[in-house]
């Protein structure tokens, strides 16, 4: 009674179906190849954003000390010719 049952739940697949599947496979493997690039690259952003950061922290202190320098020459030389 079992495999009566069981062979006549069986279906058939046909050659488009059987297309769809294939395609759809293709298309699931592509996704989650792009998701993964994705993160990735999410990845690269954020460290290269992180970067941007560290230099413009470097790159505000290193002219607030050529400022400083600038300063420091100017008022030794106001004070040499005066």
């Known amino acids: 009674m079992m495999a009566q049952e069981h062979e006549s739940q069986e279906q058939e697949v046909t050659a488009q179906?059987?297309?769809h599947i294939n395609e759809?496979?293709?298309?699931?493997?592509?996704?989650?190849?792009?998701?993964e690039?994705?993160?990735?690259k999410e990845?690269?952003?954020?460290n290269l954003q992180d970067s941007s950061n560290e230099v413009r922290e470097e790159a505000a202190a290193v002219l607030?000390?050529?400022?400083l320098l600038a300063k420091i020459c100017?008022?030794?030389a106001v004070s040499y010719f005066f």
Not at 37 to 40: I, T
Not at 43 to 46: A, K, M, R, W
């Open 64 to 67: 607030t000390n050529i400022l």
């Open 43 to 46: 990845e690269v952003l954020v």
């Open 24 to 35: 759809f496979s293709r298309l699931n493997v592509k996704y989650h190849e792009l998701e």
């Open 17 to 19: 179906d059987q297309g």
């Open 74 to 76: 100017c008022f030794y």
């Open 37 to 40: 690039d994705l993160r990735g």
